[in-house]
């Protein structure tokens, strides 16, 4: 098992960055490839961004590419999801989750899951 903590959420302006990091515990965090959700108020979870164990194959959902980078530091047992040129519509709660042995794609069944970091985006 593993657990998650996410960190690095906050209020920004529009065009501006913010950087979260989500922080495993144990010692088998590469085993696990990773993901960042969001979720905005009155809507579904939707995926964000994906890493596989290796940190070598990365997948983004269309309205991040460009703009988002996720990445992971295996020995620091930590994966980051760097948001640059932020809008309002990115807005949201965003999770960090973890599949064992999986890919990093969207369609991972995720079965870990972090508590959250708020991330607000004013116009």
């Known amino acids: 098992q593993v657990a998650l903590v996410e960190s690095g959420g906050g209020l920004v302006q529009a065009g501006g960055s913010l950087r979260l990091s989500c922080a495993a515990s144990?010692?088998?965090?590469?085993?696990?490839?990773m993901g960042w959700f969001r979720q905005a108020p009155g809507k579904e979870r939707e995926f964000v961004a994906g890493i596989n164990r290796s940190g070598s194959s990365t997948s983004y959902a269309d309205s991040v590419k460009g703009r988002f980078i996720i990445s992971r530091e295996n020995t620091k047992n930590t994966v980051y999801l760097q948001m640059n040129s932020l809008k309002v519509e990115d807005t949201a709660v965003y999770y960090c989750?973890?599949?064992?042995w999986g890919l990093g794609r969207e369609t991972d069944p995720f079965d870990y899951w972090g508590q959250g970091t708020q991330v607000t985006v004013s116009s």
């Open positions: 989750a973890a599949r064992i």
């Open positions: 144990g010692r088998t965090f590469s085993r696990y490839a």
